[in-house]
Nanobody
Framework: QVQLVESGGGSVQAGGSVRLSCAASGATYRRNYMSWFRQAPGKEREGVATIYTIGGATTYADSVKGRFTISQDITNNTVYLQMNSLKPEDTAMYYC?????????????????WGQGTQVTVSS
């Protein structure tokens, strides 16, 4: 099993920055791919960024490229999402996810383990 605990959400003004953290525990081989998803009210959950923990390759949704950065601290089993130049449309519940199949994906179905989420609210 894998456990994921997010932290770091909050309220920020447009143009500001927030860093989210995801502390992971459990079987390492089941979390080779770590990802951040988000879900706004009334919308489907969408993939934001994914990192392959072996080697550090990453992929991003077009909507966040150049503004968000996913990274990891292997020693502390933590994945981060640095979010800069935030926009009101980035407001959502952000979820950490882990998987070991599906490759460098942003598809919800490729991730088996999920955290409880942390809210990010961006005001204009």
């Amino acid at each position: 099993q894998v456990q994921l605990v997010e932290s770091g959400g909050g309220s920020v003004q447009a143009g500001g920055s927030v860093r989210l953290s995801c502390a992971a525990s459990g079987a390492t081989y089941r979390r080779n791919y770590m990802s951040w998803f988000r879900q706004a009210p009334g919308k489907e959950r969408e993939g934001v960024a994914t990192i392959y923990t072996i080697g550090g390759a990453t992929t991003y949704a077009d909507s966040v490229k150049g503004r968000f950065t996913i990274s990891q601290d292997i020693t502390n089993n933590t994945v981060y999402l640095q979010m800069n130049s935030l926009k009101p449309e980035d407001t959502a519940m952000y979820y950490c996810a882990a998987g070991f199949l599906g490759g460098l994906s942003l598809r919800r179905a490729d991730f088996r383990y999920w955290g409880q989420g942390t809210q990010v609210t961006v005001s204009s």
